[in-house]
T-cell receptor, first 116, second 113 residues
Framework: AQSVTQPDIHITVSEGASLELRCNYS??????LFWYVQSPGQGLQLLLK??????LVQGIKGFEAEFKRSQSSFNLRKPSVHWSDAAEYFCAVVGLNTGTASKLTFGTGTRLQVTL | DGGITQSPKYLFRKEGQNVTLSCEQN?????MYWYRQDPGQGLRLIYYSQIVNDFQKGDIAEGYSVSREKKESFPLTVTSAQKNPTAFYLC????????????FGSGTQLSVL
């Protein structure tokens, strides 16, 4: 069965500092990986996705993520965090050939706090 | 602007009561989904509908029911059989059932009185 682990429940960074949120997945075949962001009391917004090609993918709001098959990881990064980035971040995985969002597995999320 | 509208934002349920959460989309998407979110947990799929007049159980369907009579609407009923209904409920849609990219509504917080 597929699974996603986000080992950090809560992370605090200073505004302007760099950020890396960790995501490890377990999936037997080729994964299709996503990062979503959720502001308090809101729905989720897609930041970026990876399914093939260049292992470094660029997303919205200045975020990027790197797929490392050997480490089963898909970590999210941002060079300089803004106070508006404070939110909860979810990693998700589905099989590339599954072909349906109904099979998405979400991680438990990492809450990011930004100090000024 | 196109999007997904969930209402109400906050909902309270009395013991033994059924309540219905509304989800409407004007994105012309075929597929719609209901997720439950509890603190410290990821999203869990309740029900999904790949096309109008069809729906399937997700991972935690017990105590919930849905209908999909119109393409743009996918209401969720939380029945009295759901013993722990307090949670944040998220509705989502995708262009087609084969498409994994989800668009989310802003959610409904359901609490028990």
């Amino acid at each position: 069965a597929q699974s996603v682990t986000q080992p950090d429940i809560h992370i605090t960074v200073s505004e302007g500092a760099s950020l890396e949120l960790r995501c490890n997945y377990s999936y037997g075949a080729t994964p299709y990986l996503f990062w979503y962001v959720q502001s308090p009391g809101q729905g989720l917004q897609l930041l970026l996705k990876y399914f093939s090609g260049d292992t470094l993918v660029q997303g919205i709001k200045g975020f990027e993520a790197e797929f490392k098959r050997s480490q089963s990881s898909f970590n999210l990064r941002k060079p300089s965090v803004h106070w508006s980035d404070a939110a909860e971040y979810f990693c998700a995985v589905v099989g590339l050939n599954t072909g349906t969002a109904s099979k998405l597995t979400f991680g438990t999320g990492t809450r990011l706090q930004v100090t000024l | 602007d196109g999007g997904i509208t969930q209402s109400p934002k906050y909902l309270f349920r009395k013991e033994g009561q059924n309540v219905t959460l509304s989800c409407e989309q004007n994105l012309n998407h075929d597929a719609m989904y209901w997720y439950r979110q509890d603190p410290g947990q990821g999203l869990r799929l309740i029900y999904y509908s790949q096309i109008v007049n069809d729906f399937q159980k997700g991972d935690i369907a017990e105590g919930y029911s849905v209908s999909r009579e119109k393409k743009e609407s996918f209401p969720l009923t939380v029945t009295s059989a759901q013993k722990n209904p307090t949670a944040f409920y998220l509705c989502a849609s995708s262009i087609a059932w084969q498409n994994e990219k989800l668009f989310f509504g802003s959610g409904t917080q359901l609490s028990v009185l």
